[in-house]
């Protein structure tokens, strides 16, 4: 699509070309950053988990 709408206008001016790629690269890093963020979340995630299953069972019993 992006080809159709470069051609209707007039063909490829180098501006946009250069916008689109940087463009690109930004979608690229942005994604790979998501992924990263991902990964570090449900490590900590997994790690929340299992502090608080601990903690559970090290917890004395309320006084009634």
Do not use: C
């Amino acid at each position: 699509m992006a080809k159709a709408l470069l051609g209707h206008v007039g063909g490829t001016d180098p501006r946009v070309v250069s916008e689109m790629r940087r463009l690109q690269r930004r979608v690229r890093d942005l994604e790979a950053e998501l992924s990263r963020l991902q990964e570090e979340n449900d490590v900590l995630a997994a790690g929340v988990g299992h502090h608080l299953l601990v903690d559970d069972r090290e917890r004395e019993p309320a006084l009634t």
